[in-house]
């Protein structure tokens, strides 16, 4: 049974997030029923990020054994035209060694989180990104950004529901760009990670945008981290403006593989 | 009854167009629906462009008069409020002269094109670009365009419905760009004219993308043009790549006012 790595896109308006559910509909389950019309058995496929409702994916990567020996591209381009007309894309397919784990083999995940500031509504990005009224400061920002970086207790910054065994974890970069378009302001907010907490790059977010409001100061991100305490996280930032941008591997099981071949 | 200017930008994709139809929705009745809840009455609106349906708008200028002297900002958010949750938004407000008029004083415009080259089916971009699997020769397509510009009989790029009095139009840029995403390849075509035949802009990027795909030649566009004879047109691009991206007016009625504040 050989193995397959795939990285796949998605739109998460639609979907209740990764994980199946028994009544709404996931991106784990349409992409499995999108696989089990290829071989007739539900295969189990396994996500490097279970992301949340409402939340989206640049660069997803999920595993899964089949019985046939597939062609990777065979294989990509069958799995697509079983998905439509879903909101969900496969990008690029690799045939991987059976111990390689989508979750467990990761060294390092990506996220993005995208602000557009501006009065009106809306209208391209609605449900792609977090719409804010009034500009932010950026510089107050990146300030408060700079005392997450590195080895942390995240307690603050972590769901009551996350699993995980310890809060300790390492940031290794946060980075805020902001850029001019016709239609608004808009903050990039780029989080790089061997690993995260639940809910931990929104309620980030949610933190240093309330110090771009100015109703926290840079230096009070320090005293909130250090309080260990989920009670004084700011406002969790909502769903929609998230995106997991890239799971990183070593060695890369898609080196050389290109999306527009 | 003074006269307001406002700029508009809106998703096609929910919309048989800008024209007001019996039995689909349209932006032009959208918004006027909108604009009726402040006074009673049913204005109407008259724009700069009447898109077709599917197409979108980045910067439709439209006007209209009402009995109230509005300030044009708390006239914009009341529309904005109205408009909910459609996906139109009003960018810009502006109170102008009343010899102002949206479709006529326009000097030129802008419409914006926009071609994505990837063989995975589009998800963010789905409705909202021309869908590609095979790169495009650029070099060809912009020595094609080259054969366009300035003052020409466009009879072979006019839909048989268009009701212009002439065909002869004055071209005054056609720009090509390529740029590289994580997802994909996109060629964004801008053209500039005083003003547009129907179905001026995807006849001719239909055209240009034949080029691009090698089944005509870049000089073939010459001839093609000087047949004057619609049977000649390469197929039309479909509207979903489409955007109204800008009008322009001297003096520009909205100088100073910008989109964020």
């Known amino acids: 049974m050989p193995r397959f790595a795939m990285v796949v896109e998605y739109n998460g308006e639609a979907y209740c997030g990764w994980q199946r ?5 996931s991106v784990q389950e349409t992409i499995e029923n999108a696989i089990r019309k290829l071989e007739g058995d ?29 062609s990777p591209e065979t294989l990509k381009a069958a ?17 991987v060694d059976k111990d390689f784990h989508a979750r467990f083999s990761a060294v390092e995940r990506t996220y993005l989180y995208r602000v557009i500031v501006r009065s009106s509504p809306l209208v391209f990005e609605n449900g792609l990104a977090w719409h804010i009224y009034k500009d932010l400061d950026l510089a107050g ?24 065994l310890s809060p300790v974890k390492t940031m290794n970069n946060i980075q805020i760009d902001s850029s001019l378009s ?15 907490l639940h809910k931990q790059v929104r309620s980030i977010v949610g933190t240093l945008v309330k110090v771009g409001m100015k109703n926290l100061g840079p230096r009070d991100v320090k005293t909130i981290l250090e309080a260990r305490n989920r009670q004084e996280c700011g406002p969790l930032a909502p769903p929609e403006g998230l995106y997991l941008k890239k799971v990183t591997y070593d060695p890369d099981p898609f080196s050389g593989i290109e999306t527009s071949k």
């Open 141 to 164: 920002m990146t300030k408060g950004a700079s005392y997450l970086m590195g080895k942390h207790d995240f307690t603050t910054f972590r769901s009551a529901h996350c699993q995980a």
């Open 21 to 25: 559910q028994k009544s709404q509909s």
């Open 182 to 196: 016709p239609s608004g302001k808009e903050y990039i907010f780029i989080l790089e990670a061997p690993s995260f």
């Open 79 to 95: 799995i697509n035209a079983n998905l439509r007309p879903s909101r969900i894309a496969v990008l690029k397919a690799s045939e």
């Open 42 to 70: 539900l295969p189990h496929i396994t996500a490097a990020g279970r992301t949340d409702t409402g939340v989206h994916a640049l660069g997803q990567v999920i595993h899964f054994d089949l019985k046939k020996d597939w």
